[in-house]
């Protein structure tokens, strides 16, 4: 079974620009979660997608936002960037949204760059 | 609100030897506990995680957790490391009673076998 899928792996963009990451999830699995990793800050948590619909989110601002589609595949969106956000941004996904036990895998990651 | 730490950033080991890798958690219920790896520039691979039951949890590559509740602590361990064991360690938790919640990751520590 092919496992969580990110495009693209790596991105360049400056200051202001805005960039879609996508995120294709393990076949089966209806839940998508985004994280945010950092050297300074490690792994914050993004938001979380199942059925179309965010189930929660993190303390981040409105400019990083998301949608999943009917075939759970999901998009993150983050506007007006700035240096700040250069990171490494990571999906999971899951079979079962919001059940403790369920284990999330994650795909390879999109190195953004922001200039 | 749940929390994570992981007490060393770095830990060195030489091949061969026993490797122990400490977690410590807080939570208000009681916790499901998940280890996960990240070699360079890839995403998280899962190990292995403790849902209920016997204390002693194994995992994937030879990698065993203990669970143990009075010390709020979930080490993980191999019996003999070997140099591609080398690699950033994260531990995570979450509640059992938080449907919906989030999972939340330790800091990390990187995890180096010596030839």
């Known amino acids: 079974k092919a496992g969580v899928t990110q495009t693209p792996r790596y991105l360049i963009k400056t200051r202001g620009q805005q960039v879609t990451l996508s995120c294709s999830p393990i076949s089966g699995h209806r839940s998508v979660s985004w994280y945010q990793q950092t050297p300074g800050q490690g792994l914050q948590f993004l938001f979380e997608y199942f059925s179309e619909t965010q189930r929660n989110k993190g303390n981040f601002p409105g400019r990083f936002s998301g949608r999943q589609f009917s075939n759970s595949r999901s998009e993150m969106n983050v506007s007006t960037l700035e240096l700040g956000d250069s990171a490494l941004y990571l999906c999971?996904?899951?079979?079962?949204?919001?059940?403790?036990?369920?284990?999330?895998?994650f795909g390879p990651g999109t190195r953004l760059t922001v200039l | 609100a749940q929390s994570v730490a992981q007490p060393e950033d770095q830990v060195n080991v030489a091949e061969g030897n026993p490797l122990t890798v400490k977690c410590t958690y807080s939570v208000s219920g009681n916790p499901y506990l998940f280890w996960y790896v990240q070699y360079p520039n890839r995403g998280l691979q899962f190990l292995l995680k403790y849902i209920t039951g016997d204390n002693l949890v194994k995992g994937s590559y030879g990698f065993e957790a203990e669970f143990n509740k009075s010390q709020t602590s979930f080490h993980l361990k191999k019996p003999s490391a070997l140099v591609s064991d080398s690699a950033l360690y994260f531990c995570a938790v979450r509640d059992r009673s938080s449907y919906g919640q989030n999972f939340v990751f330790g800091p990390g520590t990187r995890l180096s076998v010596l030839p």
């Open positions: 999971a996904s899951s079979l079962v949204p919001g059940l403790a036990e369920d284990t999330q895998y």
